[in-house]
């Protein structure tokens, strides 16, 4: 069974049709499967573990955040756990799980979200956090005894907290409530059938390499290093075969509510997570590409040429 998602807008020589096709059961992945670098799955696990807190996803639309976020619900899920959500629209159905859906007719993310709080959950899921009025109540949720995951629309992990400072949550409020901001992107997987290995050269090899200098934890890089993996031309046959996430997280230590309490930019914020062992999404793609699971131009149409041609921040 799939799901189509139209949006029709009128032009001025006829009508822009875009159809977006929701496959339920690429929706339902485990966590396990998308593709998280295993130091990062292990610390993500740590915080599905804890009883409460917020822990935020960011990214463009089309990046995988509702994927991902329904895999934490997954992972928390057992009969002792009362788990709420309120989603815009469902996309995925869990059974034993209370799953609502927002309306015209008044049930919003932030009505949604209060009326949540009288039912007694353990673990509340919000589809997004749009506005002011939802940040304060998935804040003082984080606060007061329940694990909150939604989402966000920032570039980065280290953009959620300028965010919520922007919508108007206290530095401290922030920097205490929100346990770990994730990011992602996705990008096309190589087919292992339609591959080939070459050797790393010119602009490629420099930027691989000042990618790899600045990684914290050098065991997670590939002992090859030398050589990617690049399509296979072949005659009507997808040299592409799936997606993968590439991310990157910042968990809110004491040094990073500190910076956040100083309401720092998102450059000083990364720093200080970069002395903790913060791998960005450039790094991890990096790793990927190096790994045979994808392409150095995928890096470039997902995350974009500079982030290739000379390594820059993305």
Do not use: C
């Amino acid at each position: 069974e799939i799901e189509i998602r139209t949006s029709i807008l009128p032009g001025g020589y006829g009508e822009s049709v875009v159809m977006r096709l929701l496959d339920p059961h690429t929706i339902g992945v485990p966590l396990g499967e998308l593709g998280i670098l295993p130091k990062l799955l292990e610390a993500i696990q740590v915080e599905l573990r804890k009883p409460n807190g917020m822990i935020l996803n960011t990214g463009p639309t089309g990046s995988g955040k509702t994927t991902t976020l329904y895999a934490f619900l997954k992972q928390v899920m057992s009969p002792g756990i009362k788990v709420l959500t309120i989603e815009d629209p469902i996309e995925y159905h869990l059974e034993g799980i209370v799953q609502t859906q927002v309306n015209k007719k008044g049930y919003t993310f932030a009505s949604g979200l209060r009326s949540a709080l009288r039912q007694d959950p353990d673990v509340i899921m919000v589809g997004e956090i749009r506005d002011t009025e939802v940040a304060e109540t998935a804040v003082h949720a984080a606060l007061t005894g329940h694990l909150v995951f939604s989402t966000l629309h920032t570039n980065n992990a280290a953009g959620a907290f300028p965010r919520l400072l922007d919508m108007g949550i206290q530095p401290s409020m922030a920097g205490s409530s929100v346990n770990v901001v994730m990011a992602q992107r996705l990008l096309r997987r190589l087919d292992p059938l339609h591959k080939r290995e070459v050797k790393l050269e010119g602009k490629d090899l420099a930027f691989v390499e000042s990618i790899l200098k600045g990684i914290h934890n050098q065991s997670q890089i590939p002992k090859n290093v030398n050589t990617v993996w690049v399509p296979e031309m072949v005659t009507n046959d997808l040299v592409y075969k799936g997606r993968i996430g590439v991310y990157e997280a910042i968990f809110t230590t004491r040094e990073i509510e500190q910076t956040i309490r100083k309401n720092l930019t998102t450059r000083e914020i990364e720093d200080v997570a970069k002395e903790q062992g913060f791998l960005s999404m450039k790094e991890d793609a990096v790793i990927k590409v190096l790994q045979g699971i994808t392409t150095l131009d995928e890096i470039r149409r997902v995350l974009g040429e500079e982030s290739v041609e000379n390594g820059s921040t993305l």
